[in-house]
């Protein structure tokens, strides 16, 4: 049983990692503002913020645990300095980091020795955007904190719980009876599901060491029209996809990744969204369950969760669906399919 300290813990990614954190035997305490989620039930829960140094001071009082896992380090100089109150308090620090932290995501392939971005640890926010200070965060733990470092970086995360919104917004689509898709169809996706990383990232507690991991599901997990046909499954939808060509969608600004979540074009600035090696995390003993009981599983929760709402900016008004179909269809250039 190991004493851990989730730096989060009330959503997504954070409470998966509670949840299976207790199931595994060990002893959890979060810690986040008590602002954005639900305490998972088991866990004992400190409130406080954790960009002020005296609540992170209150919270390390007389305490010790053998790991921290932070799910929500974003600002590098706020991680330098809890890294720091941290250090004799902990005797392992594992930090989420992100793809976004490679310079050379999505454009080239990326492992483990792939360039990360220059970003100093006293970077503030407005130094930069989410990947660089992702980076950033990672040098603050690395400098700052006295015991094991793990830095964990996972690719896409999915599943029940998914805050960003990027498989709600296609299950809804799809289950509303139609969607445009992007071609090719045949685009191999690494959908990661967020259970089988907190697994791994508590097996990593539990073995701890020095490690640098990109975390994403295995190549050949599916392809893009393998996928929203298991959203059609998941569903009971028998949506009529129309696979519109990314230069049709580029020329009507759709933006990639966000607007359309998850289309990644295959021109040469978004060609190698879906090839973040996993090869050490395998090796390491990453598992991935089939995609079909994640998206499953995420249309459950999404179901019994009707004023879900993700992150603003992810997914297109239905309103440019319309317009965007209108538009495909009067170039006569319309193929049509099933998803099943
Ligand atoms: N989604 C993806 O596909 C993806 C891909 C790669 C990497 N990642 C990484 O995976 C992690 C996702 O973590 P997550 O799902 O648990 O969600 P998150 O949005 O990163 O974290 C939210 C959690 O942190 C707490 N929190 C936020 N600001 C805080 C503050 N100032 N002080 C104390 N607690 C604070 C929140 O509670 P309160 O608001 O109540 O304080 C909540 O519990 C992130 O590190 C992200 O960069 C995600």
Redesign the pocket.
Same mark, same amino acid.
């Given at each position: 049983m190991k004493k851990i300290l989730v730096?989060?813990? *009330? !959503? =997504?990614?954070? $409470?998966a990692?509670a949840t299976a954190a207790l199931r595994r035997g060990h002893e959890v305490t +979060? =810690? /986040? $503002?008590?602002? *954005?989620?639900s305490d998972v039930e088991g866990v004992e829960v400190t409130r406080? &913020? $954790? &960009?002020n140094e005296g609540d992170l001071e209150r919270l390390v009082a007389g305490r010790h645990w053998d790991a921290v896992i &932070? +799910?929500?380090? =974003?600002v590098p100089r @706020?991680v330098s300095a809890g890294a720091r109150v941290l250090s004799s308090h902990a005797d392992h620090y594992v930090f !989420? *980091? @992100?793809? @976004?932290a490679f310079q050379d995501w999505p454009a080239r392939p990326i492992d483990e020795a792939s360039p990360r971005w220059e970003c100093p640890s006293d970077a503030d926010e407005s130094s930069g955007t989410?990947g660089p200070l992702?980076a950033g965060c990672e040098r603050a733990v690395r400098e700052h904190f006295d015991g094991t470092v793990s830095v964990v *970086?996972?690719? #896409? #995360?999915?599943g029940p719980g998914? /805050?960003?919104g $990027?498989l709600p917004w296609w299950l809804r689509r799809v289950a509303a009876g139609g969607a445009l898709a992007p071609h090719p169809g045949d685009r191999e996706i690494q959908l990661l599901d !967020?259970r089988d990383l907190a697994e791994f990232i508590l097996a990593r507690v539990e073995r701890p060491s020095e490690c640098d991991l990109l975390v994403a599901a295995p190549a050949g997990q599916a392809t893009f029209a393998e996928w929203l046909a298991l959203c059609a499954k998941a569903t009971g939808a028998d949506p009529a996809l129309v696979w519109m060509d990314e230069e049709f969608l580029l020329e009507q600004q759709v933006t990639p990744w966000s607007e359309l979540p998850l289309w990644a074009p295959l021109r040469a600035d978004w060609r190698h969204a879906w090839s973040v090696s996993s090869d050490a995390a395998v090796a390491m003993g990453l598992t991935c369950r089939p995609l079909a009981d994640t998206v499953v599983d995420t249309w459950d929760w999404l179901r019994g969760t009707p004023g879900f709402q993700g992150k603003p900016k992810i997914g297109m008004a239905s309103e440019k669906e319309r317009r965007l179909l209108t538009a495909w269809r009067g170039k006569g250039s319309g193929s049509e399919e099933t998803a099943r």
């Open positions: 730096l989060g813990g *009330s !959503v =997504f990614l954070g $409470r990692v +979060t =810690f /986040n $503002r008590g602002l *954005s989620g406080g &913020d $954790r &960009d &932070d +799910t929500c380090g =974003f @706020s !989420v *980091s @992100s793809v @976004s989410y992702k *970086s996972p690719g #896409i #995360i999915v998914e /805050n960003v $990027r !967020v």
